[in-house]
């Protein structure tokens, strides 16, 4: 017959378990928006250079014109500054990210 404490130990280990994998999935759709905006950038080939400051995330660009700023706004970007070959978005936390992610696919 198992002890009180066992139960608690028990339920612990279980919410541990669910917590892990809700975290888990959550990386996992994150690694996928980073993708979407990526290839809404016009693939890694496109980009150029990356620079962040706070919540702005800018990026130098080949072509500007193969961007889909629409598919970036409804993926969640505050907005959108064309200036020449580059782009300021606003994205809040992620642009810290999407430059690190970005980064690693150089």
């Given at each position: 017959m198992l002890m009180p404490i066992q139960y608690?130990?028990?339920i612990g280990?279980?919410?541990?378990?669910i917590l892990l994998a809700v975290l888990k999935a959550g990386k996992k759709d994150a690694h996928l928006e980073l993708n979407k905006l990526v290839d809404y950038l016009?693939?890694?080939?496109?980009?150029?250079?990356?620079?962040?400051?706070?919540?702005?995330?800018k990026v130098t660009l080949k072509d500007v014109n193969?961007?889909?700023?629409?598919?970036?706004?409804?993926?969640?970007a505050k907005g959108?500054?064309?200036i020449d070959n580059q782009?300021?978005?606003?994205?809040g936390s992620e642009s810290k990210q999407l430059k690190k992610y970005i980064d690693e696919l150089k």
């Open positions: 608690y130990i028990i280990i279980i919410i541990l378990i016009g693939g890694k080939d496109n980009i150029i250079a990356t620079e962040t400051n706070m919540s702005r995330f193969i961007v889909n700023k629409e598919a970036i706004q409804k993926l969640g959108i500054v064309e782009l300021k978005i606003i994205l």
